[in-house]
Antibody, heavy 117, light 111 residues
């Protein structure tokens, strides 16, 4: 059974940093693109970033470019999102997804991030 | 490339059909010949679940009352007979062009 379990969310002040993690199991992690998607409270879904199987390609939406870094550790079956210079507008539930932007399939349960003073 | 859903609110009587439209600002046909238009369902308090991928391919475990169709810029998700478990928000998502984009969501509720 495919499982994606996010962690690392929490309350952070504007300008602060957080590192999200996603532990994957039930499939061969190193065979898949992986992605992050976020959902602001009461709002729709917004793509954040993708990373290729070997980490050689990474793509970001403009709103997070230069502030967020996606990475992975295939030996640990883990995906990460380092978030710096956080803003109030980054407040959202962050989801880890299996797959890239073409046909993502499984989603984790999400980890909430609140940026507030 | 933006995708726009309609309606945004969809009250439906149990056992009746439902239909959601998703229109794209540009063709979603990829250079590899595939059309990366996917449909997701999010129940209240849960993470989204994929129902349909590449326009019309139903995911494993998705009831056959769900169907996807369309081409180019116009796409539709249909539910032949709505059941109580179908409540929630439905999102179309285009994965052909960067950045990927989700529609605003259609909130299906039971009348």
């Amino acid at each position: 059974e495919v499982q994606l379990v996010e962690s690392g969310g929490g309350l952070v002040q504007p300008g602060g940093s957080l590192r999200l993690s996603c532990a994957a199991s039930g499939f061969t992690f190193s065979n898949y693109w992986m992605s992050w998607v976020r959902q602001a409270p009461g709002k729709g879904l917004e793509w954040v970033a993708n990373i290729k199987q070997d980490g050689s390609e990474k793509y970001y939406v403009d709103s997070v470019k230069g502030r967020f870094t996606i990475s992975r550790d295939n030996a640990k079956n883990s995906l990460y999102l380092q978030m710096n210079s956080l803003r109030a507008g980054d407040t959202a539930v962050f989801y880890c997804l299996r797959g890239g932007n073409s046909i993502p399939d499984y989603w984790g349960q999400g980890t909430p991030v609140t940026v507030s003073s | 490339v933006v995708v726009t859903q309609s309606p945004l609110s969809l009250p439906v009587t149990l056992g009746q059909p439902a239909s959601i439209s998703c229109r794209s600002s540009h063709s979603l046909v990829h250079s590899d010949g595939n059309t990366y238009l996917n449909w997701f369902h999010q129940r209240p308090g849960q993470s989204p679940r994929r129902l349909i991928y590449k326009v019309s391919n139903r995911d494993s475990g998705v009831p056959d009352r769900f169907s996807g169709s369309g081409s180019g810029t116009d796409f539709t998700l249909k539910i032949s007979r709505v059941e109580a478990e179908d409540v929630g928000v439905y999102y179309c998502m285009q994965g052909t062009h960067w950045p990927p984009y989700f529609g605003q969501g259609t909130n299906l509720e039971i009348k």
